[in-house]
Nanobody, 127 residues
């Protein structure tokens, strides 16, 4: 069984920064594709960014390009999301997802392609 746990959310003013972390455990020798999704109240789950095991493929949603950076440390089985220039519209629960399969960039943005999900961490950006 694989578990993924997010941390690092919080309250920040517009223009500020936060860094989210997602740690995967349970099959530490596996090569995970990992991703961040977010869901705001009353809205559908939205893709944010994803990263392949080699870090060679990192698709982003247009809404976060140039502001967010995804990275990972495979030795720690941990993924990060550095969020800069935050806007009130970035307010949401950010959820980490992982999967053991290899996906091409377009498929990395599809929620049903991920088998393992965290509980989420709240990010609130005040204006």
């Amino acid at each position: 069984q694989v578990q993924v746990v997010e941390s690092g959310g919080g309250l920040v003013q517009a223009g500020g920064s936060l860094r989210l972390s997602c740690a995967a455990s349970g099959r530490t020798s596996s090569r995970y594709t990992m991703a961040w999704f977010r869901q705001a109240p009353g809205k559908e789950r939205e893709f944010v960014a994803a990263i392949s095991w080699s870090s060679g493929t990192t698709p982003y949603a247009d809404s976060v390009k140039g502001r967010f950076t995804i990275s990972r440390d495979n030795a720690k089985n941990t993924m990060y999301l550095q969020m800069n220039s935050l806007k009130p519209e970035d307010t949401a629960v950010y959820v980490c997802a992982a999967d053991l399969r290899f996906w091409t960039a377009p498929n990395m943005a599809v929620p049903r392609n991920y088998a393992y999900w965290g509980q989420g961490t709240q990010v609130t950006v005040s204006s």
